[in-house]
């Protein structure tokens, strides 16, 4: 099945730096793939996402790359603001062997400002 | 916007005590799912259901059963709990699979 490996486990930047979160995944199959932010207490928030087809995606200060060929894709967030510290889960969606798309998730990044 | 609501948000069960996490979603979504995640592991998919009338195991389904119960609403049913399965449990929803996924804020479960 798909195997979905995220890194930093946790990653602290100056407020108003950038940051940058990677994520790979095995199965060359997957065409979706999500990033959610989670904070405390709360359920996991979609905040960006991306499918194969496109390369980059973006939404104000925050981006999505992805490399099909090295099968990795990575977050980015500039300008940095102390409400961006959360935890970050990478995604991605594979068709499974009856069709169903299922989600496999990476293992999460926790995103410290510092302000 | 209630959006994905999970009932209840806390609960502490003995071992062997059995157990149903109710989700519901006003969102007209045809699919629902549920996972658990614990410290350092992410996200893992227990059942889902693509459509209503339909489950399918995911990751980690022993132990679990579920019901779809109409469009709007998916249980998780812990027949004879055990400590393994203490864990933040998360109900989630989309309007199709490999749409974006809608979470609840979660259920706590603790099993001494």
């Known amino acids: 099945g798909e195997n979905v490996e995220q890194h930093p486990s946790t990653l602290s930047v100056q407020e108003g730096d950038s940051a940058v979160i990677k994520c790979t995944y095995s199965?060359?199959?997957?065409?979706?793939f999500p990033w959610y932010k989670q904070e405390l207490g709360k359920g996991p928030q979609l905040i960006i996402d991306i499918r194969s087809n496109v390369g980059e995606k973006k939404d104000q200060r925050i981006a999505v790359t992805l490399n099909k060929t090295a099968k990795h894709f990575s977050l980015h967030i500039t300008e940095t603001q102390p409400e961006d510290s959360a935890v970050y889960f990478c995604?991605?969606?594979?068709?499974?062997?009856?069709?169903?798309?299922?989600?496999?998730f990476g293992t999460g990044t926790r995103l410290t400002i510092i302000p | 916007n209630a959006g994905v609501t999970q009932t209840p948000k806390f609960q502490v069960l003995k071992t062997g005590q059995s157990m149903t996490l109710q989700c519901a979603q006003d969102?007209?979504?045809?699919?629902m799912y549920w996972y658990r995640q614990d410290p350092g592991m992410g996200l893992r998919l227990i059942y889902y259901?693509?459509?209503?009338?339909?489950?399918d195991k995911g990751e980690v389904p022993n132990g679990y059963n579920v019901s779809r119960l109409n469009k709007r609403e998916f249980s998780l049913r812990l027949e004879s709990a055990a400590p393994s399965q203490t864990s933040v449990y998360f109900c989630?929803?989309?309007?199709?699979?490999?749409?974006?996924?809608?979470f609840g804020d979660g259920t706590r479960l603790s099993i001494l």
């Open positions: 259901s693509a459509s209503e009338g339909t489950t």
């Open positions: 969102m007209n979504h045809n699919s």
């Open positions: 199965d060359s199959a997957s065409n979706y």
């Open positions: 989630a929803s989309s309007e199709q699979e490999s749409q974006p996924q809608h």
């Open positions: 995604a991605a969606s594979i068709k499974g062997n009856f069709g169903n798309e299922k989600l496999t």
